[in-house]
């Protein structure tokens, strides 16, 4: 059982940048897939981004580059930086993660929707106003 909760949402004008982060409980991201998602109202929840447990990351091609994934092990936090946001990035951002007990877990590539994830955050709100 994990614990996820997410911070950093806000709005901004395009253009501009956020930083979300996810606290998970313990110190078990090394064991997870980690993966941030989003989801605008009356939209299907769509992949951002991952890292895997062995660092491995990967992107939604809506990214275009724009944002980027990391994780702090020892504050067993998961983090997105985003720039130049635009206003389709609108959305409810929600971290999850996918426990692998083998301690070697990897992550869809490109990120799917997040439905074999085991555990999800509330959610953090992100709009972006032109």
């Known amino acids: 059982q994990v614990q996820l909760m997410e911070s950093g949402g806000g709005s901004v004008q395009a253009g501009g940048s956020l930083r979300l982060a996810c606290v998970a409980s313990?110190?078990?991201?090394?064991?997870?897939?980690m993966g941030w998602f989003r989801q605008a109202p009356g939209k299907e929840r769509e992949g951002v981004a991952n890292?895997?447990?062995?660092?491995?990351?990967s992107y939604a091609d809506f990214v275009e580059g724009r944002f980027a994934i990391s994780e702090d092990n020892a504050k067993s936090t998961l983090y997105l930086q985003m720039n130049s946001l635009k206003p389709e990035d609108t959305a409810m951002y929600t971290c999850?993660?996918?426990?692998?007990?083998?301690?070697?877990?990897?992550?869809?590539?490109?990120?799917?929707?997040?439905?074999?994830?085991?555990?999800w955050g509330k959610g953090t709100q992100v709009t972006i106003s032109s």
């Open positions: 313990g110190n078990t991201l090394t064991s997870y897939c």
């Open positions: 890292i895997d447990s062995d660092g491995i990351i």
């Open positions: 999850a993660a996918l426990y692998c007990p083998s301690g070697q877990c990897y992550c869809p590539n490109p990120p799917t929707r997040g439905y074999a994830m085991d555990y």
